[in-house]
């Protein structure tokens, strides 16, 4: 059991350039979701899946794009990188039930120039 | 929304004293409260989590307590060890099932 697999681990792009950060999950959860990681400010949630299929926006969703067209798998697309993106990226998932305990990736550190 | 204030943002305790991290929310429909641990270069971790119907719950050496009519919660380690060097998160769960995170604490342990 892998748990939730995010690739790659580091990236540097330049301002304009697009990407896309990957990320799997072993479990069968059903809710996924990709948060930014920035000092000083805790976890902020960019967009979140319930399912296959849906997926919506959360705090910080602008210049961010996903679709989940499998429960595995959950990708983040940067449309056109800015140096406001440059941060650590982490992917998470939980099953839909009662329980919510969220299992993270080991993140994607990212840096924009 | 919903604002998750967390203090202190560094702490360091001498090895084998308690260290307590509190939190504060905003909206009083929030009902599940989590702390992850995070250790360097990889993701959170789920440590200990409570529910709003429940004012204290331990695991071994951790403790959360909830004060619902105050709107904050707390992290209590006894017995520090320095496997506990560590940035902890409090967070809380709205109605909208959407985790809102406090800040972190950088926890040191002093040896």
């Known amino acids: 059991n892998a748990g939730v697999t995010q690739t790659p681990k580091f990236q540097v792009l330049k301002t304009g350039q697009s990407m896309t950060l990957q990320c799997a999950q072993d479990?069968?959860?059903?809710?996924m979701s990709w948060y930014r990681q920035d000092p000083g400010m805790g976890l902020r949630l960019i967009h979140y899946?319930?399912?296959?299929?849906?997926?919506d926006q959360g705090e910080v969703p602008n210049g961010y794009n996903v679709s989940r067209s499998t429960t595995e798998d959950f990708p983040l697309r940067l449309l056109s990188a800015a140096p406001s993106q440059t941060s650590v990226y982490f992917c998470?998932?939980?099953?839909?039930?009662?329980?919510?305990?969220?299992?993270f990736g080991p993140g994607t550190r990212l840096t924009v120039t | 929304g919903e604002n998750v204030e967390q203090h202190p943002s560094t702490l360091s305790v001498q090895e084998g004293d308690s260290a307590v991290i509190k939190c504060t929310y905003s909206?009083?429909?929030?009902?599940?409260f989590p702390w992850y641990k995070q250790e360097l270069g990889k993701g959170p971790q789920l440590i200990i989590d409570?529910?709003?119907n429940v004012g204290e719950k331990k695991d071994q050496r951790i403790a959360v307590t909830l004060n619902k009519t105050a709107k904050h919660f707390s992290l209590h380690i006894t017995e520090t060890q320095p496997e506990d060097s560590a940035v902890y998160f409090c967070?809380?769960?709205?109605?909208?099932?959407?985790?809102?995170w406090g800040a972190g604490t950088k926890l040191i342990i002093k040896p």
């Open positions: 909206d009083s429909a929030s009902n599940y």
């Open positions: 967070a809380a769960m709205g109605g909208n099932y959407q985790l809102i």
């Open positions: 998470a998932s939980r099953t839909s039930g009662g329980r919510y305990e969220q299992y």
């Open positions: 899946s319930v399912g296959a299929g849906i997926t």
């Open positions: 479990m069968n959860h059903e809710y």
């Open positions: 409570i529910r709003s």
